[in-house]
């Protein structure tokens, strides 16, 4: 399973963008799906988390401000992002927990994760 993320880009603040992942491979299905991103100089953190049940996760620095949806049908998760801060800069990766079965039916679970999009927030 890959993931390609898309949606990044520059955008003043109090700006909006909207990020997407999609999923794509043979034969396989997403459990979780996540966003997580990684500022210059620090750790990794996750953003916002949603269960294939609908469930959602969001870290407190941006609840109310972003939104994590999905197209099921798609493999698709978006990241809805309002009221973007500064402080939101850094690179933004999405992963999903996924099951899938191999040419010769083997079972594969695993995580992949996408290659990261940028988000500048300028001040």
């Known amino acids: 399973v890959q993931l390609q993320a898309c949606g990044g880009g520059l955008v003043q603040a109090g700006g909006t963008l909207r990020l997407s992942c999609a999923a794509s491979?043979?034969?396989?299905?997403?459990?979780?799906m996540a966003w997580y991103r990684q500022a210059p100089g620090k750790e990794r953190e996750l953003v916002a988390a949603m269960a294939s049940g609908g469930n959602t996760n969001y870290a407190d620095s941006v609840k109310g401000r972003f939104t994590i949806f999905r197209d099921n049908a798609r493999h698709t998760a978006y990241l809805q992002m309002n009221s973007l801060k500064p402080e939101d800069t850094a690179v933004y990766y999405c992963n999903a927990d996924y099951r899938a079965y191999l040419e010769d039916d083997t079972l594969v679970v695993g995580r992949a994760w996408g290659q990261g999009t940028l988000v500048t927030v300028s001040s």
């Open positions: 491979g043979r034969r396989f299905s997403l459990n979780d």
